[in-house]
């Protein structure tokens, strides 16, 4: 599966891109240079609404992060909206644990969010 990047008009200092599909190792180049345009001194924020978003990997974290940093430089901030619950989960599981500091490789932290997002979507979140 691809990712869908909608690009809606600027205002008033805001952006927001809607994402679709999978953002992962095959598709965060896509939206890395989709954005890189956007984030410059004029922007103070990049609203990406995930709700159509249906997965998301480490290099799809990194293409977010990569954007915020972006924007923290002039004082601007990414947020993010409408993530669906195994999106949230990767995002809570982030938050709580920096990546590099529970995995040895990239393809190990995508076996585990992979893992950890199908229980999501099957109902199974015990955690």
């Known amino acids: 599966m691809s990712l ?3 690009i809606q008009p600027a205002a008033n200092g805001s952006q927001r891109v809607s994402l679709g599909g999978r953002l992962d190792t095959h598709t965060y180049e896509d939206l890395d240079v989709a954005i890189a345009p956007l ?4 922007l103070r924020s990049l ?9 998301i990997s480490s290099a799809g974290i990194r293409s ?4 915020r940093k972006g924007l923290i430089g002039h004082g601007g901030k990414v947020l993010v909206v409408n993530p669906q619950p195994q999106i949230q989960k990767v995002f ?3 938050k709580a644990v920096p ?4 995995f040895s490789s990239t393809a190990e ?3 585990y969010l992979d893992a950890m997002q ?3 979507l099957q109902g199974e979140d015990e955690d």
Do not use: T
């Open 118 to 120: 199908r229980k999501v």
């Open 39 to 42: 984030l410059n001194p004029q």
């Open 64 to 67: 977010i992060f990569k954007a």
């Open 47 to 55: 609203v990406l609404d995930l709700s159509a978003l249906e997965y």
């Open 4 to 6: 869908d990047i909608r």
């Open 109 to 111: 932290a995508d076996a």
């Open 99 to 102: 990546l590099n500091d529970i």
């Open 92 to 94: 809570d599981v982030v």
